[in-house]
Structures are given as C-alpha cells and as structure tokens.
C-alpha cells in the first residue's frame, strides 16, 4: 500500500512510510535540519521496520548525509524528532549510540595500525567486555572474510578490502542498526558487488536493520527493501523498489535505433499506443517510454517496414530506478551546494 | 575510562608505528643545537688586520710585537703591512681585511713625551660581533702597553675580582634547555596540532563520535596521548643533547627527577596550550601555518636564546605568560646550574597551573558533534 510521508491517502507519488506490523527499529517523525536560514532537512518522516534495509536515495547536496547524521547523533536535530531502537537521538544520544553501528563515507580506519589493532581499539570504544573482544573480533573478522589479514597493516589492504575493515568495525560490539554511508563509493564493480553480498548475509545472519544512503541506483536496486528518494532536503517518494518504478508512467522502454536519422521519427513514435514519452538521443536512437513494450516494439516495426527503413537495433527494458530517480529529481546530476571544505589528499603510497 | 585508554593506546600505537614522524619531530632541535651551537658559540680567530705604520720608531716595533704575540697565540687576527692608510680604508670597506691600525709618524715621540699618543683603529662596524671581537682585543692590548714597568707596590686602582660559580657554560650548553623545550613545542605541534586536525579532517574523529565515548574521556584521551609524546620527546633530546654536549650532571639521579618533572610539566602547558588554539580548527592548514608563527612568538622572547632583560617592556610583558619562559628557565636551572628544587619550584607550578588552565578553557569548546 502506498500513502503520503505523512500517512495520509495514495497519490500518484508512493509514500509508504507505514512499517506494517513489524516492530519499527528507526523512526523520523517531521525532523528539520537548518544551518542559519539553510534548511537543509525539511519536515523527513518515515519508518524502517527491524530486519529491513532501508536505502536513501538522492542527488548529491540532496540531504541524505545530514539525515544520516542526525540519526546517529553526529549533529543535533533543529526540529521534530528522531527515534532509534527505541530511544530518542536528542535526549538518549548514548544509549543510541550503544545499538548502532555506523560506517561513515570516508574511510577512517588507521592505515598504521593493524586490523586486529584497529577493531580492538573500537571494541574498547564500544565498552565491549575484555573477555568478549577476542570472540567479536574473531567473528567480525570471519564475517567479512578478512581472517587471513588480521595482522596486516590497514595501509597493506585494497579499497575494498578497507571497506569491509570498515563494515566489521561498525559491527564489533553487535549493533542491532547499522547506518552506511554510501558504502561502495570509490569501489570497483567487482567490490561493490562483493561488498553486497556481504551485507545481505550480514542482514540474515545477525538480524540487522540497515539504513544505506547511496547514489548508485543498481546498489538500492539489489540491497534496498524500501527506498526513500529525497531531493533539496525533502522526501519526494517512498516505497519498495516495485512500487517506485511502477510509480512512473510507463511501465517499459523501448530503445530503438534507426538506420537514417529523420526529423519526424519523434512525431511518428509519439503518436503511437501506449507511448506515453520519447527521448531522441541523436543520430537515429530514440528511448521510448510506454505502457506496453511488446505492443510498441510490433508497431514500431511495422512503422519502419510500411516506410521502408532500416532498424540498426531494437530492445525492450523495464523501467529502472534510474528512470524513477530522474523522474523524481528532474536530473541525474547535481552540484553539491554545500561549502567549500578543505578534504585531505591521500597519503603518498596509500592505496586509494 | 576503559574508552580514554582506548584513545590513548590509539595515540601510541600510531606514534611508534610511524618511526619518520617521530624521528623528523627531534630533528630540528638537534640540528639546531649543533649548527646554532657551534655556529654562535665560538670565539672570533683568523681575522685579517692591516698595519700601516707611520712612524717606524722603537714603540711602533712594540705595538707589532704585541700584534705578533696574539696572532701566534689566540689567533684573533693576523697582521699585513700596508703602505697606505687610504688603500687600508678602502679594503676595509670593500671586506679584503676585517680592520687596520694606524700608527701615526711620531707615535715613539710621543710615547716617550708622554704627550697623548694615539693609535688609530678603522673597522667594519657593519659586523657588530667581529668588530667588537678586534676593538676588545685591541683594547686590552692597549690596556696592557698603558701598565707601568714598574708596579707601585701598593695597588692603586680598583680590582674587579670575578668569581664564577659554575664551570664554563659554551654556547651548546646555553643552548640545550632551548633545545629540549623545543623538541616537546615540535611534538605537540605535530601531534596535538597537525595530526590531531588531519584526524579531523580524514573523519577519525567522527568514528570516535558514533560511539559511547564522553566528551571528556575524549578529550583526556588526547591530551594525555598529547603529554606523553611531548615527554618522550623531551627526554630523548634531553639525554642525547646532554652527552652531545658534554653535560654529565644529567646522571644524577635528583637531577634526572627534576628533569623529569619539568619535562612533564612543560608537556602538560605546551599540550594544554595547543588544543586551546586547535579546539575549534578544521582546516588542516591552519596548524602548519601557526607553526612558524608561534615558534617566533614564544620561543624568541623566552630568553632561550638572549636574556630577556635586554628586552624592551612589551616583549618582557610577554615573556610574564609565555609558557616558554618558565620552561628554559627550569631546563637552564637544573642543566646549567643545579639549583635544586628551589629554582624550579615556581616554574613547575606555573606551567602545570598553564596546562590544566588551557585544558579547562578548552574543554567546553570541544564539540562533542560535528
């Protein structure tokens, strides 16, 4: 079922901020975000069910990181509030902190230390006891697959390899929550790809909740039960990865290449069925959205036959969150406004 | 406080785990106690000094005799003849030769007619320290030519008796506590200042964040962490600078305590001092541009390097809070001078009063969010 964020009736934008009747884990209630006049949060409400992962979808400067932030008790609320495992991110900040597990965008793990040494210092931070630090470094280690490399220095590992570090150190004292800042930025596509995998056994095999913010649609497409799109600080659309795309007019898209570009290709395909847009794309290819791919493929090659044109190539797709993010958004890319931050450059020799 | 050890431990293992840092920290103080040491400590010799004897008369031969004795022995200058005083003016100022003496045609005459003999002195008082070196010289040469052939047998005049109570200090003892206190600025620079806001800027700190920490276990972690190093620090020059310098009072053990206590104290107000400044920096630059600046702002008018009574009353004003001061003052007390408990009692007071004063401002300006 789709509502509005603020449980209000469907409309065409799904809003499905109601967890059903799973107990909640994470709960944002009309949370503002405002630096002087900025508001870079305005009025968010949704709810991640316990078990579920949970995908924040935007552009950058879109609010995904301040929302983040504001969930783990990294910068205070202006307005509304913000409930995590039960307690309230304002008032219990601490015993917030004791349930989650973060996993920040940048990589933070000391390249000097070892990953044993890195994972026993934020067992120690977390307050795990001494006789259980061993066991959770082990287990951590293991579940990430990093065993082997126990004893290496961090400044040894690739970037994935940095990026599970990362993930077992958020899990080291067995959070319930575990908050990922764009955790595959920066990866290649065969990390990436690992580094999902290990997240949804991560998702099985310790009962996580997890809150995933992320630019790259494929990776809310694989991982996300729910996705929240937010945009200049708002939530424009939520809903599983379903619902979102069945929420765009037009459920295919038919990409066709014609063999000679002609002016009136656009007329031709916009008058057809079903065909509810059309995107040239110039020399002769065209993205044609519509309600029914098959029946638009049939007439578009009757089209070329009766003219007698030749098709390069023809195919159908269904629509991707892609779609659904520049349907949302308006675009696919956006400037950060946010100030300008000096950021360090990476150590001479360090691996990126 | 399982969660300050914690930050400490981190602190540590990063610091001996990072060799380069640590080595390249106590470089620039040993570097300048052997160049600056040697390079000021030293006496002038084998300066060059022009003769242009007019007179040629028996107390003319004298006057290069006396010249002959100083080349030979504490080899200020050496002499050269010159036939003209104009082109010995002239070499002067072109830097040939560093001085010239005159002596004026009837010079002997006048010696003996005890009628205002004068000997002429051109130098290049564009080098203040050379030129006072030769007019020095010179002068006690004349000082020596003016004393009787025969002695009164009563003393006369006055007698300044001179006593030293500690053996020779050179220039690269002077120079050791300036030495050891700027080994510890030089590590909390780095490791309080630089590293601490590069953490800061690579996110470590928002790591430390996400967890239960408190704000206080968090900022004694640091500070503690800070104090070590900077005492680590201090000990390792103070030991290496002692025996490269040749103080063996080092190895008394009251000494060594005393030493230690300062070190720590001086640990403390310098750390303290810096996370004062550094509380509320992002940006990395900002501690490598204090660097310089703050070096010259509190090392300079510590007395570290001249004494501060030669100051004018602005700078001695702020030698009053300068933790520097107190500092040098304690390493020159107990290296120089081993004067005991006594001498350094304030010191040690003043800096630890210093550290946990910074300390105390600066802690409710951490942020305990981003």
């Not at chain 1, 469907?10 to 503002?32: F, L, R, Y």
Request: glycine share 8%.
């Amino acid at each position: 079922m789709s509502t509005n964020a603020n449980g209000g009736p469907p409309g065409s934008t799904p809003m499905n901020s109601d967890c059903g009747p799973k107990p909640i884990a994470i709960e944002v209630q009309h949370i503002v975000k405002k630096y002087g006049d900025f508001e870079a949060v305005k009025d968010v409400n949704f709810c991640v069910a316990e078990g579920e992962i949970f995908g924040l979808l935007g552009p950058n400067g879109a609010g995904k990181s301040t929302l983040i932030r504001m969930m783990t008790t990294l910068i205070p609320v202006t307005a509304g509030k913000a409930i995590v495992a039960g307690h309230d991110v304002a008032k219990d900040p601490d015993d917030v902190r004791r349930t989650i597990g973060v996993i920040p965008q940048a990589m933070t793990s000391d390249q000097d230390l070892t990953l044993y040494e890195n994972l026993l210092i934020y067992a120690k931070l977390y307050g795990v006891p001494r006789g259980q630090r061993e066991k959770n470094i082990a287990e951590v280690l293991e579940a990430v697959d990093l065993t082997k490399w126990r004893d290496a220095q961090t400044k040894t590992l690739s970037g994935g390899m940095r990026r599970r570090l990362e993930i077992a150190r958020g899990l080291v004292h067995n959070p319930r929550i575990f908050f990922l800042d764009e955790p595959t930025t920066g990866l290649d596509p065969v990390s990436r790809m690992a580094v999902w995998d290990m997240l949804n056994k991560l998702k099985v095999s310790r009962q996580l909740t997890m809150l995933i913010t992320t630019h790259y649609m494929e990776e809310a497409d694989k991982l996300c039960d729910r996705i929240a799109i937010v945009d200049h600080g708002k939530l424009v659309a939520l809903g599983t990865p379903v619902e979102l795309k069945n929420s765009v007019a037009g459920a295919n898209v038919v990409e066709v290449h014609f063999d000679r570009e002609d002016d009136e290709w656009l007329g031709r395909l916009e008058k057809l069925e079903d065909v509810t847009n059309v995107q040239p794309e110039g020399s002769g290819f065209y993205r044609v959205i519509t309600r029914s791919g098959s029946r638009t493929t049939m007439q578009i090659v009757e089209l070329a036959a009766s003219l007698g044109e030749t098709l390069t190539s023809l195919s159908v797709q269904n629509t991707t969150l892609d779609d659904v993010f520049i349907h949302y958004t308006g675009r696919q890319l956006r400037d950060e406004q946010v100030k300008p931050v000096f950021t360090m450059p990476p150590r001479p020799g360090a691996q990126p | 406080m399982t969660r300050m050890f914690a930050i400490i431990e981190r602190e540590m293992r990063k610091f001996f785990r990072s060799p380069t840092l640590m080595i390249m920290s106590l470089m620039l103080p040993i570097l300048q106690l052997v160049i600056i040491g040697n390079a000021f400590g030293g006496k002038i010799v084998g300066t060059h000094v022009a003769v242009v004897d007019y007179d040629h008369g028996p107390q003319s031969v004298k006057v290069r005799e006396a010249f002959a004795a100083v080349a030979a022995n504490i080899k200020t200058f050496s002499t050269i003849d010159y036939n003209s005083e104009v082109q010995a003016r002239e070499d002067v100022r072109t830097g040939k030769i560093d001085a010239a003496v005159i002596i004026p045609a009837q010079y002997s005459r006048r010696v003996y007619a005890q009628d205002a003999p004068q000997l002429g002195f051109v130098v290049d008082n564009s080098d203040l320290f050379t030129s006072a070196s030769l007019e020095g010289e010179m002068q006690s040469l004349v000082d020596a030519m003016n004393a009787p052939q025969v002695e009164d047998r009563l003393t006369k005049t006055i007698a300044l008796e001179v006593v030293e109570l500690y053996p020779y200090v050179n220039y690269l003892k002077y120079l050791l506590p300036m030495t050891v206190a700027l080994a510890m600025y030089i590590s909390v620079m780095i490791g309080g200042g630089m590293l601490y806001i590069d953490d800061k800027a690579r996110g470590v700190h928002e790591g430390y964040l996400v967890t239960p920490i408190t704000k206080l276990e968090l900022v004694f972690g640091l500070n503690i962490a800070g104090a070590i190093k900077a005492t680590l620090a201090g000990i390792s020059i103070g030991v290496i600078g002692s025996l490269m310098s040749g103080l063996g009072i080092v190895f008394h053990p009251m000494v060594v305590l005393q030493m230690l206590c300062l070190i720590v104290a001086s640990s403390i107000a310098f750390n303290g001092m810096m996370f004062l400044l550094m509380v509320r920096v992002d940006d990395p630059l900002v501690p490598r541009a204090m660097f310089g600046v703050l070096n010259t702002l509190l090392l300079y008018p510590s007395g570290a390097m001249y004494p501060t009574s030669s100051f004018p009353k602005w700078m001695q004003a702020m030698t009053i809070v300068d933790p520097f001061t107190y500092v040098i003052h304690g390493f020159k007390s107990v290296l120089l001078k081993d004067g005991g408990w006594v001498a350094i009692w304030y010191d040690l007071l003043f800096l630890t009063a210093f550290g946990l004063a910074t300390l105390f401002l600066a802690t409710p300006l951490f942020k305990r969010t981003l």
